[in-house]
């Protein structure tokens, strides 16, 4: 709704004065909030469909309730950019997701208003209800608010939440932003069975009978037509979550001030847990995302007036498109292959798959235990299952990889993409765990190629074996080695030697193989890819250690309980007493920015590695081997 109205949101500074606000100026500021979202998404890239689907909702929220006193939990929080906005970050938002710039997710430590960090899905309620409890153990009179959407609602742990507050006396709100889409289009029994239900003969005759008396009044029958429109929340969702223990309302716009308002205020006035049901658009207001909301998700920058361009050139072909390409070319050479993905079906490379092998593909929802697991008993049946999962959501189903991969020792792959840092999307997309805390784990294995061909190669060699083994590849494109389309495999738990040099031997786990080569020609020293962090090649680090003064090793990973602890060990396991630098990630979390611009503030490009090196075995002196020392005890 254009208006003539002089702009509101440029006199925002938080949302108390919004409070004050007529219905008609709430209007106008949720246009200028929307605008103000697409204009900053174009400029720096960001999530964009999510954020233009809750304008209304979060113009409404902070209009009804008194934050930051009251608490609003967003989850996963790709949808906070109009919450931001509306909470004293407007000019700060040309930084989004740059180095030294506002995060993309909510943070505590960004702001006030930001009640908890959110980035991964299905968390808010838990959170919540935790805030509400505690407000009323300390008797502090505060309402709390979780927003989470219908994909996020299909994890369990958001059900668990559910289950724990419907016998808890507090100010909770749980609203279900209802968009029919998370990332992916939504999969799952509760879906199927609201479109069953509304395509079945109870509901019709219903529908029909209702329709022939109402007829008679035309302004009851036109409430009727639109009451119908949402009639499926009516009958399961009401039945589902009162059995929870939840007042259910809605559903009801998303995008209508003038219902989300009065419901809202109502809700606040009521005790107990309450749930409202809001069906939004994704993309809402930008014609473009909203008819391609995935491909406008999280787009990089691009002109709001034209919409997102292919490049003049192609892109240089991607890790996560090598193991699409693989995945499909694998499955026509074995009957045997499932490809599982727990709903990052594009972010994944799963797409062709799901195509060509539409039997054979699973996506199970937000629900990275479930996913491990169920891969766990296809593979008790003789299926070979790959699992493609991003680092940081393997982590959400560390048990299930221990407890029922691992320990029965299943012929799993798990295709882990976004190993490393990811850069815009920052610590909590990072995956740099995965090595220290897969190494631990008996019968699993880690491979880590250096580019896109070795991808193609080593998760072929994954796939060979009898036993659970996780390929690890970063995000985007890598040095750009194309791989070759037949299904070659490389040694198991075997690297080689790249470069001959002197003095130092640089062991390179990943990508980070090739600003080692770089760093080792200024150096003159040896590099080693050593492509697997477990098992390790041993003889070849026992060859190479005999023959230099000093060892580096390099990873894209975390240092403690990284690769290169694996090295250290395996030194002190044979008496080799050497030298060793390890470098990688430290003991923080790296904050979000260009992944380029990170690994450089990390020392981990080809500049980074030479000049810590140097400082380290400057050339002027020997490196001696520390010498054993005697250490006394008092009697």
């Given at each position: 709704m254009k208006t003539n109205m002089a702009p509101l949101l440029p006199t925002l500074h938080d949302p108390s004065a919004l409070r004050h606000f007529d219905r008609a100026q709430l209007k106008q500021l949720a246009d200028e909030v929307r605008d103000c979202v697409l204009d900053n998404v174009s400029r720096t890239g960001g999530h964009l469909s999510s954020n233009?689907?809750?304008?209304?909702?979060?113009?409404?929220?902070?209009?009804?309730?008194?934050?930051?006193?009251?608490?609003?939990?967003?989850?996963?929080?790709?949808?906070?950019?109009?919450?931001?906005?509306?909470?004293?970050?407007?000019?700060?938002?040309?930084?989004?997701?740059?180095?030294?710039?506002?995060?993309?997710?909510?943070?505590?430590?960004?702001s006030e208003y930001d009640t908890f960090g959110t980035a991964h899905s299905s968390t808010s309620i838990s959170a919540a209800l935790g805030m509400a409890m505690a407000a009323r153990q300390k008797g502090e009179d505060r309402h709390s608010v979780a927003i989470i959407g219908d994909g996020a609602l299909t994890a369990g742990m958001a059900f668990e939440a559910l289950n724990n507050a419907g016998v808890c006396d507090c100010k909770l709100l749980v609203i279900l932003n209802d968009n029919d889409m998370s990332i992916s289009p939504p999969v799952g029994a509760l879906n199927r069975y609201l479109a069953q239900l509304m395509s079945g003969q109870f509901y019709a005759a219903a529908k029909n009978a209702g329709k022939s008396v109402l007829r008679k009044a035309p302004p009851l029958f036109e409430f009727a037509k639109r009451f119908e429109q949402h009639a499926k929340g009516m009958v399961v969702p009401a039945t589902l979550f009162e059995k929870f223990g939840f007042n259910y309302v809605g559903p009801i716009d998303g995008h209508d001030l003038d219902s989300l308002i009065p419901t809202l205020e109502n809700l606040k006035h009521l005790e107990g847990p309450q749930f409202l049901h809001v069906v939004t658009k994704k993309g809402q207001g930008y014609k473009l995302a909203e008819a391609d909301p995935v491909a406008y998700h999280g787009p990089g920058k691009f002109d709001p007036s034209v919409g997102l361009v292919k490049p003049a050139t192609a892109p240089k072909q991607t890790f996560t498109q090598v193991f699409g390409q693989w995945l499909c070319d694998m499955a026509s050479h074995d009957g045997?292959?499932?490809?599982?993905?727990?709903?990052?079906?594009?972010?994944?490379?799963?797409?062709?798959?799901?195509?060509?092998?539409?039997?054979?593909?699973?996506?199970?929802?937000?629900?990275?235990?479930?996913?491990?697991?169920?891969?766990?008993?296809?593979?008790?049946?003789?299926?070979?299952?790959?699992?493609?999962?991003?680092?940081?959501?393997?982590?959400?189903?560390?048990?299930?990889?221990?407890?029922?991969?691992?320990?029965?020792?299943?012929?799993?792959?798990?295709?882990?993409?976004?190993?490393?840092?990811?850069?815009?999307d920052g610590a909590t997309h990072a995956g740099a765990y995965d090595i220290p805390f897969m190494r631990c784990i008996p019968n699993m294995s880690i491979a880590c190629p250096a580019d896109e061909a070795e991808c193609r190669q080593l998760l072929t060699t994954a796939y060979q074996q009898n036993h659970p083994v996780a390929v690890r590849y970063p995000r985007g494109a890598g040095a750009g080695v194309m791989p070759h389309l037949t299904l070659d495999a490389l040694p198991f738990g075997k690297g080689e030697i790249r470069r001959n040099g002197e003095r130092i031997a640089i062991l390179a786990f990943g990508t980070l193989l090739h600003p080692a080569l770089q760093a080792a020609e200024a150096l003159n020293a040896t590099v080693v890819n050593m492509r697997w962090a477990k098992p390790l090649d041993v003889a070849l680090l026992l060859r190479v250690a005999a023959s230099h003064e000093a060892i580096v090793t390099v990873e894209e990973g975390a240092i403690m309980g990284g690769a290169g602890s694996a090295v250290t060990e395996a030194l002190n396991?044979?008496?080799?007493?050497?030298?060793?630098?390890?470098?990688?990630?430290?003991?923080?979390?790296?904050?979000?920015?260009?992944?380029?611009?990170?690994?450089?503030?990390?020392?981990?490009?080809?500049?980074?590695?030479?000049?810590?090196?140097?400082?380290?075995f400057p050339r002027e002196q020997r490196v001696q081997s520390p010498a054993p020392s005697l250490v006394q005890f008092p009697r």
């Open positions: 233009l689907g809750t304008v209304e909702l979060t113009v409404a929220l902070h209009h009804v309730f008194n934050t930051p006193h009251d608490r609003l939990v967003w989850d996963v929080g790709h949808q906070t950019y109009p919450h931001k906005i509306l909470t004293g970050r407007r000019e700060r938002m040309p930084t989004l997701r740059q180095l030294g710039g506002l995060s993309g997710f909510p943070q505590r430590g960004e045997r292959l499932v490809g599982i993905t727990p709903a990052m079906r594009e972010g994944s490379g799963m797409v062709e798959f799901e195509k060509r092998f539409p039997n054979r593909y699973y996506d199970v929802g937000i629900a990275e235990q479930h996913a491990v697991t169920f891969a766990a008993g296809l593979a008790c049946e003789g299926l070979k299952p790959v699992v493609a999962i991003y680092s940081t959501f393997l982590q959400r189903a560390y048990d299930q990889m221990i407890h029922d991969v691992a320990i029965q020792n299943l012929p799993v792959v798990f295709a882990l993409d976004r190993a490393g840092l990811v850069g815009a396991a044979a008496g080799v007493l050497k030298p060793v630098l390890q470098l990688g990630l430290p003991d923080q979390f790296i904050e979000h920015g260009d992944p380029a611009k990170l690994l450089a503030l990390q020392g981990l490009d080809a500049a980074g590695i030479e000049a810590r090196i140097r400082a380290r």
